[in-house]
């Protein structure tokens, strides 16, 4: 019988330290809800929940940046919706005017209106806005530039190929043609369709070329008062512009949305220097005005149209990242989050084990009392 080293104490010590370290480590678990509170509990695990964890944070983010993106498609639609029916209205009034049944103060009248119309599609193309930043006044446009005033880039689509372009367009004309526009550097394939609108004497006032490649691309280019006559114009398409939307948790997931310029001169009826180009004051220039006033309604529903097709994509993107959050969020609680059923089980087992081992600690304590005994 030893007095100065108390074995069963120690071993009991230890075994009770054991325990009321598992039993601490349950309770910390019960706590949280979590499997994984520090490193020491699941080194691989935590590294990996950590990355994940972050993965689903950018996602919800990502989410949030989708459904953005689909508000920003409805405010343009609805704004171009009212331009469409502008158009819609100007067209009627162009047929009234056409009819040799209405007088000269008649067809004042209805210029007077469509003069008006024309003045609210430019102020709904100036002023409709999403967290007040425009969209239909060419900031989230693909960006052309020319290197004449009098030449502008109407529009392009992200088909067409991105560069620096030297244009000739044969502007001599004194009836519309086809076909007589060139490009340096040359694109394979391309073909090009140019239409004329001339001033009273015959000289050429107007030009739109457009231009097609086989792959869809396409690339309009609006002209007057003599700019290829016969001068070679220099055109820049840089690509910038749009609105690009992150759609993922890394780097380059996005989407970018294009949305085209609004104004009279895109529409093809008018622009920023002269105004309104077309005539309802008399019957055959209110027949001209009928022909712009379609291909106004044309470029108006091609680009509603393509905007509704960002925004079913965008609703398609939504719905991946739904299902995507939804399966990462279903791997990240199989690694992190806890049972707590099963711990609670291992939970009251490590109360009982505290327990019953504070209790033989106490009893090895008091074995060394015995010794006393022999000393009496």
């Given amino acids: ?55 689903l944070k950018s996602l919800n983010k990502a989410h949030q940046n989708a459904k953005n993106a689909v508000s920003v498609c409805q405010t343009a639609d609805g704004a171009l919706g009212e331009i469409e029916e502008m158009l819609q209205r100007m067209n009627e009034l162009a047929v009234k ?49 020319t290197d004449n005033l009098n030449a502008k880039v109407r529009s392009y689509n992200s088909s067409f190929p991105l560069n620096d372009y030297e244009i000739t367009i044969d502007g001599n004309k004194t009836s519309p043609t086809f076909g007589d526009a060139t490009i340096t550097p040359p694109i394979p394939g391309l073909k090009s369709e ?60 996005e989407i970018q949305v294009v949305i085209p310029s609004i104004t009279l001169r895109h529409l093809g009826i008018g622009d920023v220097d002269n105004g309104l ?41 939504l719905s991946n990242l739904e299902v995507t959050q939804e399966n990462l969020t279903d791997a990240y609680s199989n690694i992190k989050d806890l049972d707590m059923a099963e711990e609670m089980v291992n939970y009251t087992t490590l109360q009982v084990l505290t327990q019953a081992g504070t209790s033989m600690l ?10 006393l005994q022999l000393l009496q």
């Avoid at 097609?212 to 690509?239: C, H, M, W, Y």
């Avoid at 910038?240 to 997931?253: D, N």
């Avoid at 106490?362 to 010794?371: G, K, R, V």
């Fill in 1 to 55: 019988m030893k007095v100065n080293s108390n074995i069963q104490a120690m071993i009991a010590q230890g075994i009770l330290h054991k325990n009321e370290k598992r039993f601490q480590d349950s309770t910390a678990k019960l706590a949280s809800g979590y499997k994984i509170n520090t490193a020491i509990d699941n080194p691989s695990g935590m590294a990996i929940t950590n990355k994940m964890n972050a993965q």
């Fill in 97 to 145: 005017a056409s009819n040799g049944t209405n007088t000269s103060a008649d067809r004042q009248a209805i210029q007077n209106e469509v003069e008006q119309l024309a003045k609210e599609i430019t102020r709904i193309g100036r002023s409709t806005e999403y967290n007040t930043q425009p969209i239909l006044d060419g900031t989230m446009d693909l960006k052309g530039y």
């Fill in 194 to 253: 140019s239409t004329f609108d001339y001033f009273d004497d015959g000289t050429v006032r107007n030009i739109t070329t457009k231009f097609t490649t086989p792959n869809g691309g396409e690339l309009i280019i609006d002209s007057r008062d003599g700019a290829f006559s016969p001068t070679t114009v220099k055109a820049s398409l840089q690509g910038v512009g749009g609105m690009k939307t992150h759609v993922g948790s890394a780097a380059e997931q």
């Fill in 277 to 317: 180009i077309i005539d309802c004051r008399k019957e055959d220039t209110a027949q001209k005005a009928m022909a712009k006033i379609g291909d106004a309604i044309s470029y108006v529903s091609a680009a509603r149209s393509k905007i509704g097709a960002y925004q079913n994509r965008l609703e398609a993107t």
């Fill in 362 to 371: 106490t009893q090895a304590n008091e074995a060394p009392q015995q010794a």
